[in-house]
Each structure stands twice: as C-alpha cells, then as structure tokens.
Nanobody
Framework: RLVESGGGLVQAGGSLRLSCAAS????????MGWFRQAPGKERIFVATVDWDGDLSEYSDSVKGRFTISRDNAENTVYLQMNSLKPEDTAVYYC?????????????????WGRGTQVTVSS
C-alpha cells in the first residue's frame, strides 16, 4: 500500500514536499515514480528514481524545479517541489514498479497510491 501526503495549497513560487509511505512490503527493490493528473487531463509522468536512488529522470516541465529522492530504510519516497507554478496544479500519485531501473511510463508500474492534491495559486 502506498500513501501520499504533503499536498496542499501554495502560492506560485512556493515549495511543497510530497511524501509516499509504503506499507505491507519493502520498496527496496522497486523503482518509484511520481505522476500527476490535472482536471480534465490524462495522468502524466513527473519523476522517477531507481531502486537505490542513484538514477532519476524528470519530465521536461519539472526538470530543475522538482527533486525525487528515497529513503529505503524509512520505506518512503519524496518529491521536493520548488518554484511551483499554477500549471503544476494536479493530483499527484506515487507508484512502485517491479523493475529496478527508472520507469517513465505508467504501464510499467504495479502499485499506485490514491493521490494527494496540489493546488498552486497565481
């Protein structure tokens, strides 16, 4: 089970840190990812990290502003979001892939959280 937290309302230019806590199984051997879905739009890739945190990939829209990290000892994945923009407003989902290397496609993920709302006001 994956549970996201840390969402909320923030002004443009602000920061938020999302957390994804896993329970029921260790995430040590899983690549982890963050996706987001804005109202009326499809869910899209945001960031991914490999099983030990050495490799990560980002969508072009968040590169340089967001940072994904993981703490396998705490069974938790994070998404630090800086310089937030109104277009970052979405429900953010955490996901776990049985592959160990970074995955950018949602079909490669096996487990999903229920999401946390992020709203950025202008």
């Amino acid at each position: 089970r994956l549970v996201e937290s840390g969402g909320g309302l923030v002004q443009a230019g602000g920061s938020l840190r999302l957390s994804c806590a896993a329970s029921g199984r260790k995430i040590t051997n899983y690549a982890m990812g963050w996706f987001r879905q804005a109202p009326g739009k499809e869910r899209i890739f945001v960031a991914t990290v490999d099983w030990d945190g050495d490799l990560s990939e980002y969508s072009d829209s968040v590169k340089g502003r967001f940072t994904i990290s993981r703490d396998n000892a705490e069974n938790t994945v994070y998404l630090q979001m800086n310089s937030l923009k109104p277009e970052d407003t979405a429900v953010y989902y955490c996901a776990a892939s049985e592959y160990t290397n970074p995955q950018t496609m949602d079909m490669m993920y096996n487990y999903w959280g229920r999401g946390t709302q992020v709203t950025v006001s202008s």
